[in-house]
């Protein structure tokens, strides 16, 4: 009996124990599959997540592209506001205007020299500046004129005069020193448009061409629609810059005809100023020697004349004050102080056209002097650095400012026409090397530069 009760007990204790296993091992299988469906929940909501994610970066994507191309869309609108702005109607007086505009650029107009920007107004005798680095884009677009482009480089000079010389309307630009580009619509047969250089006188009849020249005075004109008639000074003959053939002129020598191909202009102008240039500096005391020579010749004479030209201060005060007004004396009036200043002008022509230059070009090299190229001695007892010394105090470009604006009033109050127009156009019957107080159209064969 005893024994039966602990077989029984046995039993019992083995079937506890098989039961715990189960239950053990059941809820082991739950917890497990409780982990399963955790990492599926995880993983489900790392995917959504993650599409979230991508779906709200794509969107940031979308609304920065969308910005970028909104802001790009009004930049373009505000650049093509600011052309648009930049082609207003012209006010009276104006002639055309600056279109584009980077760096140093000025306009010395009326006595004073002016900041130019896109926008500004370009009038007769304006003399444009551009600096180092520096370059702008002006448009004539004046009922009288023909609409013209012209981009200008940088260190570079001229002025504009437009005028009425034999029953024409004129656009007359006058290089001083660098380079300018013009693209010119085609002319009505009552317009001309000419270039002034040291060496020539260039025609157009609608075209696109170049203007390049150096301190030296070697010019060349590339051509690459139309055609430009060059005529030289010297003796007359005349060449044509056309698409294919430029011309060059070294001071010294006949201008030549040089074959180039359009797609190569560019090139090719670039690579003869670089050459130009490289010259230059190697011969710098040289050029500096013959400049100053020239600057002595023509600066007494233009002293004189502009000392006589300043004794009819009477007559140009009250033309400057009837300028601010905007008014013109009577007929009457204006007849007889023309007859009072036109004797001074016709005598300055001379020496203003070259003492431009000669003075222009000296600035140019100076900034080569700087570097260390040229230094030296001109004569005994005097060095280049004391001869640009006194060359910047010399006060010429404010002197040179004041006879600009008599032109421009002269001509208010005679159709259009200045002295210099018709001296402009007999230009080529003198020469730099010829005297100060030769007859502006006194024949004269020897060669400008040579002394």
């Known amino acids: 009996m005893r024994n039966l009760s602990v077989f029984v007990l046995m039993i019992c204790v083995l079937f506890i124990f098989t039961g715990c296993q189960d239950k053990g091992k059941d809820k082991g299988q739950d917890t497990a599959s409780g982990e399963e469906t955790s990492s599926t929940t995880e993983d489900t909501t790392a995917a959504a ?23 790009s869309s009004d930049t373009t609108a505000a650049e093509s506001k600011t052309t648009e702005e930049a082609k207003r109607e012209l006010k009276s007086g104006e002639a055309g205007e600056v279109v584009y505009c980077q760096g140093d650029v000025e306009i010395t107009r009326n006595g004073s020299v002016i900041d130019a920007d896109i926008g500004t ?31 200008v480089k940088e260190n570079t000079l001229f002025t504009i005069d437009l005028n009425k010389l034999n029953s024409k309307d004129t656009t007359h630009i006058d290089m001083i020193s660098g380079s300018i580009g013009l693209k010119v619509q085609k002319l009505s047969s009552s317009q001309d448009l000419t270039v002034t250089s040291d060496s020539a006188l260039m025609g157009v009849r609608g075209t696109s061409f170049d203007v390049s020249t150096v301190p030296t005075g070697d010019v060349l004109i590339t051509c690459s629609e139309g055609d430009v008639e060059c005529k030289d000074k010297e003796t007359g003959k005349k060449f044509h810059a056309k698409p294919g053939q ?34 230059l500096k190697n011969d710098a005391l040289a050029q500096i020697k013959k400049y100053y ?71 140019k090299i100076e900034k080569y002097h700087d570097q260390g190229f040229g230094v030296g001695e001109i004569k005994p ?43 402009m156009e007999g230009m080529d019957d003198f020469s730099m090397d010829s005297s100060p107080d030769d007859g502006f159209f006194d024949d004269n064969s020897d060669d400008f530069f040579n002394d």
């Open 246 to 279: 430029a011309v060059e002129s070294t001071a010294g020598t006949t201008p030549k005809t040089i074959k180039v191909a359009v797609t190569k202009l560019k090139e090719y102008r670039e690579n003869w100023l670089d050459e130009k240039v490289r010259l």
């Open 49 to 71: 997540d993650n599409k979230t994610t991508e779906t709200e970066t794509a969107g940031k994507t979308e609304l920065k592209e969308s910005k970028k191309t909104v802001e």
């Open 121 to 151: 107004g370009v009038e007769n005798w304006d003399m444009v500046k551009t600096g180092d680095s520096s370059s702008a884009e002006l448009e004539l677009r004046a009922a009288l004129t023909p609409k013209t482009i012209i981009e």
């Open 293 to 363: 020579k020239l600057y002595e010749k023509y600066s007494a004479d233009f002293e004189k004349n502009y000392t006589a030209l300043s004794s009819a201060n009477g007559i140009l005060d009250k033309w400057m004050k009837e300028d601010k007004e905007g008014k013109i004396g009577s007929n009457i009036d204006v007849m007889k102080e023309k007859k009072g200043v036109i004797s001074h002008l016709m005598k300055i022509q001379k020496s203003l056209f070259w003492m431009q230059r000669i003075y222009y070009r000296l600035k």
């Open 381 to 423: 007892g005097l060095s280049t650095k004391e001869f640009f010394n006194s060359l910047n105090k010399s006060n010429f470009e404010a002197k040179l400012s004041k006879i600009l604006f008599v032109h421009k009033l002269y001509a208010k109050r005679n159709k259009g026409s200045t002295p210099l127009d018709a001296f």
